[in-house]
């Protein structure tokens, strides 16, 4: 990947995981990680389709997402996702946003169930688009 | 008399043998490799004022390498800060090979306890039911490491499974949530105790709560799982300082030990060690050996010496470890609710399961998550990360974990020895768990998720993680005490029958294993042995 794609990468995802576009800081500190750590690459035909959908969009990100957390958890997409959520949480502004509620208890509760309606839209339609490939793609080794 | 006394390791035991031996009035010489820790960054900042100031916040917390990072599959709730890499590196060239164990070295100054979460629990008569001694044996000598690192706690219900000894400290001050679990417990601490054979109480941790000689109280700056600045959380290099502070102490660091020499009555004549500056081999003269290297490393010296000598491979029987499981909770009743970053990070809160076997009551330690990284744990639940977050975020205040310890016992298959790899001979450890493993962790767990349900908390499903075996470090057996003499055991002072002038202050010694932290103990232990082993002059 070029520097500019794996740029363009990160500020998707990040909108994705936190609503906002990524800083010059935590673009810089994506691009680093994936030149230290290892299974940042698609292993087979169904984890790059994953992540070229993923890429389209932070919409189309949540679908792939959900998708992989069910079909492929420990694959590219999802493992580029927690290290990206990792870099998050420990850097400002984001990490504020992260790590505390913002309204009471009912309207926590009320906003969770309305993130649970929408994962089940995205699975919906991440099934619908991924688990033909996912099938093309045969057993999965490991 | 003064004696020589040659102690080889810096870690709990190690440091304070060598304490104790200062304090009689004898000369002790330490060899250790001794990586050191870091200089605490930005010491007096709190949690957050630390990630608002730092240039670089994600290399602090995760590390240049992302270390920090707990990558998907992986399955802990814990990522290993890098502020404590120091503790697990490993000399250029050192090795080892594993069957059912994930074992862990450390080479640093303090040894594996520099890593710890300050937990300190003695040993019951029902404990010690395998040693030679009972509890009042070593009580004074809890009482003796209680005064010098300082341990915090109360007499509650816990102190069924944990004995009071002296010293003790006020408590630290519960975070809410704590407070509330502790709450709830007492409210119905009836059914805790004669529904579920379950009890609630504080935890004691070697943490300050009020000052302690040269050491600070601690401050609650939040900042306990990526080592406290102010070292109010004990560590056993803050008694290698003192150790340093004594005329009659010397320190060898750079020095890897490698094997002892014998003579023809097998009295241990020196030690060689490789320098770690230029791979040269030191021979180091001794008189009286004190192996507290950790029970592996020992061990390894051990087998080492026994090849050099005699060509042979031994094999020690015995290594033991606690099964360790972690299980995440969700308290319903604080979803919602704000948690201040401010508090002790720690384990507050323990719970005791009783058992049939007294011996095989199980130890658990509840922790309250605060400013643990949180992707370990979002990562895991069963939707995409932007859901996931949210849920999380909601439910920060909410979380906690319980780490279950199991005891452990000797068993002739767990072993360590040396195996041959690319012609250097290395530690070898197999492991094999017991076959009623899976029944106990299971009822452990059944009756763990009850009574947190009786607490308004939820065990979300699929999510106790069963630790490898290793993960807690908590390593014994391989040179028992025994009443009865035998090869490859010590007597009740931790001397070897095998090599008259050599003991063991580590963990080595221990012929069974409770289902509690033995760090403490180990302390304690090494204390009663350098007293038995110097008295008299």
């Not at chain 1, 740029?7 to 995981?17: L, N, P, S, W, Y």
């Not at chain 1, 990524?22 to 984890?47: C, F, I, K, N, W």
């Not at chain 2, 060899?31 to 930005?42: E, K």
């Not at chain 2, 360590?416 to 290395?426: D, I, K």
Request: glycine share 10%; net charge positive; hydrophobic share 40%.
């Amino acid at each position: 990947m070029t520097a500019t794609e794996l740029a363009d990468e990160c500020g998707v995802f990040t909108r994705h995981i936190s609503g906002r576009p990524a800083t010059s800081r935590v673009l810089e500190q994506y691009a680093s990680a994936h030149r230290v750590l290892l299974g940042m690459e698609p292993g087979d035909g169904h984890e790059r389709w994953l992540l070229r959908v993923a890429r389209l969009g932070p919409a189309a990100c949540r679908v792939a997402d959900a998708w992989a957390r069910l079909a492929a958890p420990q694959g590219a997409l999802r493992r580029k996702l927690v290290v990206l959520l990792a870099i998050l949480e420990v850097t400002p502004p984001y990490a504020e946003q992260l790590d505390q509620p913002r309204g009471g208890p009912a309207l926590e509760w009320l906003r969770i169930a309305a993130s649970g309606l929408a994962f089940a839209g995205a699975l919906a339609i991440g099934v619908v688009l991924f688990l033909p490939a996912r099938l093309a793609a045969g057993p999965r080794a490991g | 008399m003064s004696m020589p006394v040659t102690v080889v390791g810096s870690g709990a035991s190690g440091v304070h043998f060598a304490r104790t031996a200062l304090a009689l009035g004898h000369r002790v010489t330490m060899v250790d490799v001794g990586h050191q820790r870091p200089a605490p960054v930005l010491p007096e900042a709190g949690f957050i004022a630390l990630r608002e100031r730092l240039d670089n916040p994600a290399g602090y917390f995760l590390g240049t390498e992302f270390q920090g990072v707990v990558a998907p599959g992986h399955g802990e709730y814990y990522g290993f800060p890098p502020g404590k890499d120091y503790v697990f590196r490993t000399p250029a060239g050192f090795g080892f090979s594993a069957r059912g164990f994930a074992p862990l070295f450390s080479f640093a100054r303090g040894g594996l306890a520099e890593a710890w979460t300050g937990g300190c629990y003695p040993f019951s008569d029902d404990d010690l039911q395998d040693f030679p001694f009972d509890h009042a044996a070593l009580a004074p000598f809890y009482g003796e490491v209680a005064r010098r690192i300082g341990v915090t706690g109360v007499d509650d219900d816990l102190t069924r499974f944990m004995p009071v000894h002296d010293g003790l400290l006020p408590p630290l001050e519960l975070d809410e949530h704590s407070a509330e679990l502790l709450d709830g417990y007492r409210q119905q601490r009836h059914y805790f105790q004669k529904g579920l054979g379950c009890y609630v109480g504080r935890t004691r941790v070697a943490t300050l709560s009020v000052p302690f000689g040269d050491r600070q109280e601690c401050t609650y700056l939040g900042r306990c799982l990526w080592g406290c600045p102010r070292e109010a959380l004990y560590t056993p290099s803050i008694t290698l300082r003192e150790c340093l502070a004594d005329p009659g102490f010397t320190y060898l660091p750079g020095l890897d030990v490698r094997h002892f020499r014998v003579d023809s009555e097998r009295r241990v004549t020196a030690i060689e060690a490789v320098s770690l500056d230029d791979g040269s081999l030191r021979e180091i003269p001794v008189e009286r050996l004190v192996l507290a290297a950790g029970t592996l490393q020992s061990a390894g010296i051990v087998l080492r010496s026994v090849h050099a000598a005699t060509g042979q491979v031994a094999r020690l029987p015995g290594l033991m470890d606690n099964r360790q499981v972690l299980v995440p909770f969700v308290n319903l009743r604080r979803v919602g609710r704000r948690y201040r970053a401010d508090r002790y990070q720690y384990h507050l809160v323990g719970l005791g399961l009783t058992a049939a076997d007294p011996r095989a009551h199980v130890h658990g330690q509840l922790t309250t998550l605060k400013t643990a990284l949180m992707h370990p744990i979002i990562q895991q639940l069963p939707f995409d990360l932007r859901t996931s977050l949210r849920i999380a975020r909601a439910a920060h205040g909410a979380l906690g974990v319980v780490n279950l310890n199991f005891h452990d016992t000797r068993r002739e298959q767990n072993a360590v020895t040396l195996a041959s790899e690319g012609g250097t001979l290395r530690v070898a450890v197999e492991y094999a768990p017991p076959a009623d493993e899976p029944a106990r962790l299971g009822d452990a767990v059944r009756r763990l998720r009850a009574a947190l349900w009786r607490l308004g908390c939820i065990v979300p499903p699929g999510m106790a993680h069963i630790r490898p075996m290793g993960a807690s470090v908590h390593y014994a057996g391989t040179f028992p005490m025994t009443r009865d003499p035998r090869p490859w055991s010590t007597d009740s002072g931790g001397r070897s029958r095998d090599f008259p002038n050599l003991w063991f202050a580590d963990g080595s010694t221990f012929p069974s294993l409770p289902a509690k932290n033995l760090t403490f103990t180990l302390m304690a232990n090494a204390t009663r042995i350098a007293h038995r082993a110097l008295a008299g002059g």
